[in-house]
């Protein structure tokens, strides 16, 4: 077996404290999460709903700051970092995929892989459009690049979502339950790509899922419990 390293740590997170709410309805979401992510490595969180899945998510991904505790992305602290850096980072080290596609539908599959790398400025708008057709290819829609969101399934907007996701190269996959909205079939065709296309690239992937059938075919599985993994 390959040996691992800290240069394999793409996500750190240590004693990650939440509340939610106020006064008498405030509730203390996250108690003392902690966990590490490495490259080419898939972590399933499962749990109940309400035991703090989706916030862990969204601390994680930086689109919300925890009261205690901190994250680390590719080795730099960016739990307490300035709006500015959060959101550079999110865009340079971090694919997102929801439930729910949240696909610009007016726009082409093309154009919807496009965007992140149009907001990175990183490539040439030629070099942007060759990578977008290049991943609609990797998840099976080399044919449909022009198709509008509305002229595609549900499987196949969430895998343009995926492309997305993949658009800018990140370090990091971070995905609520993905699969979620999905039949059977297309869930098993959506966490197949997923996971594959990360692995091949090196990239971790936090998933959150209800579906036993997909956690167990994660690498690790990350059991929470009222805010807390547990064993």
Request: aromatic content about 6%; charged content about 25%; some cysteine.
């Amino acid at each position: 077996m390959a040996s691992t390293t800290t240069d394999d740590i793409v996500l750190r997170c240590s004693g990650l404290h939440r509340h939610l709410g106020q006064g008498e309805g405030r509730v203390h979401v996250l108690r003392g999460v902690s966990f590490e992510a490495r490259r080419g490595e898939v972590y399933a969180v499962v749990g109940p709903s309400g035991c703090g899945k989706s916030t862990l998510l969204y601390l994680l991904g930086l689109l919300d700051r925890p009261d205690k505790g901190e994250i680390w992305i590719n080795g730099r602290l960016m739990s307490n970092t300035l709006d500015e850096a959060r959101t550079a980072a999110r865009g340079e080290h971090i694919g997102f995929v929801f439930q729910f596609h949240f696909l610009m539908l007016e726009f082409s599959a093309l154009e919807n892989v496009m965007m992140p790398m149009r907001k990175l400025v990183r490539l040439t708008p030629a070099k942007m459009s060759e990578r977008a057709q290049f991943l609609l290819e990797s998840v099976g829609l080399g044919e449909k690049t022009h198709r509008l969101g509305t002229q595609l399934s549900g499987g196949e907007q969430q895998r343009v979502a995926i492309a997305r996701a993949l658009a800018n190269e990140p370090a990091i996959i971070l995905a609520d339950e993905p699969t979620g909205n999905l039949d059977v079939k297309n869930s098993a065709v959506v966490f197949d790509l997923l996971t594959r296309l990360a692995k091949e690239n090196g990239q971790a992937i936090v998933l959150v899922t209800h579906n036993p059938e997909i956690a167990n075919r994660c690498d690790h599985i990350l059991s929470m419990r009222d805010g807390q993994f547990v064993a």
